[in-house]
């Protein structure tokens, strides 16, 4: 299994960190629960460079999320910023492989009981095709820029991800051609797989 290094000590990371604190503290959780984590903060916590204050997460069972949960950080440039948990996310919404849980890769954020885990890079980029916005776009091309995933993985998993797609998928061949054709600008000549 790929090796990744993970931004932790950045200041939207430990904004992350306090926010879980916050809701393992809030929910007085006795037992581990797993949460996965998509969208930009995913790909800050791989890239540094990407800034977001809304948590797209996943958990692994029913919990109430507070409406009011957030945590002020200021940014390394000095900008405040808020960061808080996206109660509207919902990954059924994007395009996502049947395997994306069990393959996501965990981070250790000093959370004694929420394990947090980050989408894999080829999954990560696969979920920001169905809506494919500019900064979706800017997203897949940092992951494959920096070797993490490749053209040809985005297509592969994203072609095995179709199948479990409810609805129409003309606008989707459209993005995932796209996002395709962006992976394959953007990587680096001698990027084939993960890593470099």
Same mark, same amino acid.
């Given at each position: 299994m790929q090796e990744y290094v993970f931004h932790t000590r950045t200041a939207l990371a430990d904004g992350l960190r306090d926010l879980f604190k916050q809701l393992e503290q809030r929910l007085s959780l006795r037992d581990p629960v797993n949460v996965y984590i998509a969208g930009g903060m995913a790909v800050h916590l791989y890239t540094a460079s990407r800034v977001t204050t809304d948590v797209d997460a996943e958990f692994s069972g029913r919990i109430f999320l507070p409406n009011d949960l957030m945590v002020e950080v200021t940014l390394e440039d000095g900008t405040p910023q808020v960061v808080y948990l996206d109660t509207n996310y919902n990954s059924s919404f994007a395009l996502m492989h049947e395997d994306y849980i069990d393959?996501?890769?965990?981070?250790?954020? %000093?959370?004694? #009981?929420?394990?947090?885990?980050?989408? @894999?890079?080829?999954?990560? &980029?696969?979920?920001?095709?169905? #809506?494919? &916005?500019?900064?979706?776009?800017?997203?897949? &091309? @940092?992951?494959? #820029?920096?070797?993490?995933? @490749?053209?040809?993985?985005?297509?592969? #998993?994203?072609?095995?991800?179709? %199948?479990?797609?409810?609805?129409?998928?003309?606008?989707?061949?459209c993005n995932l051609r796209d996002a395709v054709k962006l992976a394959r600008e953007t990587q680096p000549d001698n990027s084939h797989g993960y890593g470099m």
């Open positions: 393959d996501s890769i965990p981070v250790e954020l %000093g959370v004694d #009981r929420i394990q947090v885990h980050v989408l @894999s890079p080829v999954d990560l &980029a696969v979920s920001k095709i169905a #809506r494919f &916005a500019q900064n979706d776009r800017e997203d897949i &091309a @940092s992951l494959v #820029r920096l070797g993490l995933t @490749s053209a040809d993985e985005i297509e592969a #998993r994203a072609t095995e991800a179709l %199948g479990g797609f409810i609805g129409g998928q003309a606008m989707l061949q």
